[in-house]
């Protein structure tokens, strides 16, 4: 800081309040501390900075997600990291691939870095070791699943009842042969849309015949390669697809054997290009935009010292029709 102080000709508390953003600063003090910084290559030590805050606030929060690469966990990333730019919180981000371990290695590391709080979709089942780090200071929220029991603040979807209009939609339109294709059932999310499955097809005076389910569905590869391997087996006039990847896996499958406009579909979750495709996907279309939102101002909130009791979020889903769902069928 000495070093920039005599380049740009200034004094050293100058230096510091242009670092630490200071608005006072004159502009063109502050363009020649910055321009003086970058000639010397200077960086602030932003670690030791905020260890001398009262607060000890790092301004940084972990967000930790099942696939940073899958278009909901996308959405969600990015709603969190445009709320918390604003707010000088920078975010640092990671996929935990449905592992526990990995998710609690994650953890760790991220609250070893002083991290101010977490946002976690839920890999594990126990969250006991929540409770001292609450203790000791770090905030957390869940997304998507919620800890049992609600050790903090939860943003969900309701997945069964939502995953029952959606099959419901199907049989309005005259399906009676309904397969289902999705995730890992020790996935609540998951398991919670099967359930909305049969409850929908129990409603409508149906039997639940478990050889048309498939599970364990996680890429939109397998998720192609078990849709053929119904369409093969199976006389079926609907699909219900409980994920976005196994979406696109099933719709591959039926544009394959040209059977799009034979065999309706609705998926949970929308899929990129859902409206290009003849006929567009309909979905049961989750908002992962809001839940990101919602989900970093309720952590905010707690880092701001929110103790009040911890409780679920529900943000609601809307059924899309785009025409894969409302195919023209004449009931058997």
Same mark, same amino acid.
């Given at each position: 800081? +000495?070093?920039?102080?005599?380049?740009?000709?200034?004094?050293?508390?100058?230096?510091?309040?242009?670092?630490?953003?200071?608005?006072?600063?004159?502009?063109?003090?502050?363009?020649?501390?910055?321009?003086?910084?970058?000639?010397?290559?200077?960086?602030?030590?932003? /670690?030791?900075?905020?260890?001398?805050?009262?607060?000890?606030?790092?301004?940084?929060?972990? =967000?930790?997600?099942?696939?940073?690469?899958?278009?909901?966990?996308?959405?969600?990333?990015?709603?969190?990291?445009?709320?918390?730019?604003?707010?000088?919180? $920078?975010? =640092?981000?990671?996929? =935990?691939?449905?592992?526990?371990?990995?998710?609690?290695?994650?953890?760790?590391?991220?609250?070893?870095? %002083?991290?101010?709080?977490?946002?976690?979709?839920?890999?594990?089942?126990?969250?006991?070791?929540?409770?001292?780090?609450? #203790?000791?200071?770090?905030?957390?929220?869940?997304?998507?699943? #919620?800890?049992?029991?609600? *050790?903090?603040?939860?943003?969900?979807?309701?997945?069964?009842?939502?995953?029952?209009?959606?099959?419901?939609?199907?049989?309005? /339109?005259?399906?009676? +042969?309904?397969?289902? *294709?999705?995730?890992? @059932?020790?996935?609540?999310?998951?398991?919670?849309?099967?359930?909305?499955?049969?409850?929908?097809?129990?409603?409508?005076?149906?039997?639940?015949? #478990?050889? $048309?389910?498939?599970?364990?569905?996680?890429?939109?590869? #397998?998720?192609?390669?078990?849709?053929?391997?119904? $369409?093969?087996?199976?006389?079926?006039?609907?699909?219900?697809?409980?994920?976005?990847?196994?979406?696109?896996?099933?719709?591959?499958?039926?544009?394959?054997? +040209?059977?799009?406009?034979?065999?309706?579909?609705?998926?949970?979750?929308?899929?990129?290009?859902?409206?290009?495709?003849?006929?567009?996907?309909?979905?049961?279309?989750?908002?992962?935009?809001?839940?990101?939102? $919602?989900?970093?101002? %309720?952590? @905010?909130?707690?880092?701001?010292?929110?103790?009040?009791?911890?409780?679920?979020?529900?943000?609601?889903?809307?059924?899309?029709?785009?025409?894969?769902?409302?195919?023209?069928?004449?009931?058997?």
């Amino acid at each position: 800081m +000495r070093d920039v102080a005599a380049l740009a000709g200034v004094s050293i508390k100058t230096v510091s309040r242009v670092i630490s953003d200071v608005p006072t600063v004159a502009p063109d003090l502050a363009a020649r501390v910055r321009d003086a910084a970058d000639k010397l290559g200077y960086r602030p030590n932003l /670690t030791a900075s905020n260890l001398r805050r009262g607060d000890r606030r790092t301004n940084t929060v972990g =967000l930790l997600l099942e696939d940073v690469s899958n278009p909901f966990s996308s959405s969600v990333l990015r709603a969190v990291e445009d709320y918390f730019r604003t707010r000088g919180v $920078l975010v =640092l981000a990671g996929s =935990l691939d449905e592992d526990p371990d990995r998710e609690r290695e994650l953890a760790r590391t991220l609250i070893n870095r %002083r991290v101010d709080g977490l946002i976690i979709m839920p890999a594990a089942r126990d969250y006991r070791w929540v409770v001292a780090e609450q #203790q000791a200071g770090t905030s957390f929220v869940f997304i998507d699943r #919620q800890s049992i029991p609600l *050790l903090a603040d939860a943003v969900v979807t309701d997945n069964r009842s939502s995953a029952r209009a959606a099959v419901e939609h199907l049989l309005k /339109t005259g399906c009676r +042969r309904v397969a289902y *294709l999705g995730d890992e @059932l020790s996935i609540p999310t998951a398991y919670d849309r099967f359930l909305g499955f049969q409850d929908a097809l129990a409603a409508g005076g149906l039997h639940a015949d #478990q050889e $048309l389910a498939r599970h364990g569905l996680r890429t939109a590869e #397998q998720a192609r390669a078990a849709t053929a391997d119904l $369409l093969a087996q199976h006389r079926l006039d609907g699909l219900f697809t409980s994920q976005n990847l196994v979406t696109i896996g099933a719709v591959e499958a039926l544009h394959k054997g +040209r059977l799009q406009r034979d065999i309706a579909l609705v998926g949970f979750d929308d899929v990129p290009l859902g409206t290009v495709l003849e006929p567009g996907i309909t979905v049961m279309a989750q908002d992962p935009a809001q839940i990101g939102r $919602l989900a970093a101002q %309720r952590l @905010l909130d707690r880092m701001n010292g929110d103790e009040s009791p911890p409780s679920v979020h529900t943000v609601p889903t809307r059924l899309i029709r785009r025409g894969s769902g409302e195919l023209d069928l004449a009931v058997p």
